[in-house]
């Protein structure tokens, strides 16, 4: 996908009768009703908002953007149940509420840009990319990638690029960075990811074994950087220089 040049046409106002009364949520991107829409609202409910996640604009997000559209096969049956599931490539797409938990921790405002690292098949893309202006997201597997630029352009995405290569190095030459968020766990923070942040940028990645992780939300201050451990979670591993080995 291309990277949209200057800022994009104004964002549609989303209303709800679940939100605050007289809040406004506003999102990027909307799309036409479909059959799961029923199924979304659900999701969202019990799956990421009974968990404490909050944040309007990422349920609203998260009500909206088609997730199963970013399942093939028998997977999309399951598209919105409470779990991850495989996309292919050794990779997957990951549960909901951790989606949303990862999302609403960067708190991004919606003139940010974002960096990605394991874009996949480009749900989490997407779901970005109705927040803020600019998301660059890094897939390692050329195909992931191919299929992830399908799906945002299907859907009309065009705030959202995907670049093949080795996300654990990050993008400098379109550093700085409000946010990054990391897909896959890594054995430490990557270092050139946390130097592309802005100041006050955050950083959201899975850190620990090649196994089990901990969710580290990173701030970049004046002083350097402050370092939050957040929920225990699984994610396949972040492979490349600065990350885990084939």
């Not at 908002?49 to 997730?67: F, H, I, N, S, Y």
């Not at 997201?137 to 399908?150: G, H, N, P, Q, T």
């Not at 990054?180 to 054995?187: D, E, N």
């Amino acid at each position: 996908m291309r990277l949209c040049s200057g800022r994009d046409p104004a964002a549609l106002p989303v209303l709800r009768a679940g939100n605050r009364p007289g809040a406004e949520v506003t999102l990027r991107h909307t799309f036409p009703p479909d059959p799961q829409i029923s199924l979304r609202e659900r999701m969202v409910r019990d799956q990421v908002e009974r968990r404490g996640v909050r944040d309007p604009r990422v349920l609203e997000a998260m009500r909206t953007v088609p997730r199963h559209l970013f399942l093939s096969g028998l997977e999309r049956s399951s598209a919105y149940n409470d779990t991850p599931l495989p996309i292919g490539c050794h990779q997957t797409i990951s549960q909901p509420y951790i989606v949303g938990f990862m999302t609403e921790a960067l708190a991004l405002k919606e003139p940010e840009t974002v960096l990605e690292i394991g874009t996949g098949s480009g749900y989490q893309t997407a779901i970005l990319a109705c927040l803020v202006r600019k998301v660059i997201s890094i897939e390692r597997v050329a195909d992931l990638a191919d299929r992830a630029r399908e799906n945002l352009l299907a859907l009309g995405i065009d705030n959202a690029e995907v670049i093949a290569g080795d996300g654990t190095a990050g993008c400098p030459d379109r550093a700085p960075f409000d946010a990054v968020l990391v897909t896959a766990g890594a054995p430490e923070a990557p270092r050139p990811l946390l130097e592309q942040l802005a100041s006050g940028g955050r950083l959201i990645a899975p850190v620990g074994g090649r196994s089990m992780q901990e969710l580290e939300l990173w701030t970049r201050t004046r002083a350097g950087f402050d370092q939050r451990r957040l929920i225990p979670v699984v994610f396949v591993p972040l492979i490349g220089e600065f990350g885990w080995k084939e």
